[in-house]
């Protein structure tokens, strides 16, 4: 019989993560970063309040014990230069890689980072995607 689970939300786990890492943090270029699953309703070219971190659920695929899932989550990354963006990436990546959890138990690189422009705000941009490792809630 296959356990009755409920799988968290990486997304929003790998969010707070890297709001309370982040903020610890002493690099310029982490300075002021917004963390968040969606662009901010206010953000636009004229106004991109940089930097922007956002994490995005790619796709999840429950272990067929259902002990566990793996998750694609993609990292972006949009800053005041590409150098900026790809040194935030980075360490958002190391920061997520390092920080086991209740609900990610352990990440391994994907892609990237990769840097370029977003081709709508030509505002500089790094991407990156990590596969997460998720702890099921066991439903009762």
């Not at 990354?77 to 590409?82: F, G, L, Q």
């Not at 900026?84 to 352990?106: C, E, K, M, N, Y």
Request: aromatic letters at 2%; glycine letters at 6%.
């Amino acid at each position: 019989m296959k356990a009755n689970v409920l799988f968290p939300d990486a997304a929003a786990e790998a969010c707070r993560i890297l709001r309370a890492a982040l903020a610890a943090r002493a690099e310029p270029y982490a300075a002021g970063v917004t963390v968040g699953t969606r662009v901010p309703d206010a953000r636009s070219p004229e106004d991109p309040r940089l930097p922007l971190v956002l994490v995005a659920l790619d796709g999840a695929t429950p272990h067929p014990s259902r002990l566990s899932a793996e998750v694609l989550l993609r990292v972006s990354v949009w800053h005041t230069d590409e150098d900026r963006a790809h040194d935030l990436a980075q360490l958002a990546a190391t920061l997520l890689h390092t920080a086991g959890g209740p609900v990610i138990r352990s990440t391994r690189p994907g892609t990237g980072p990769v840097s370029g422009v977003d081709p709508d705000s030509r505002v500089p941009l790094a991407t990156l995607t990590l596969t997460a490792k998720v702890v099921p809630t066991p439903l009762t």
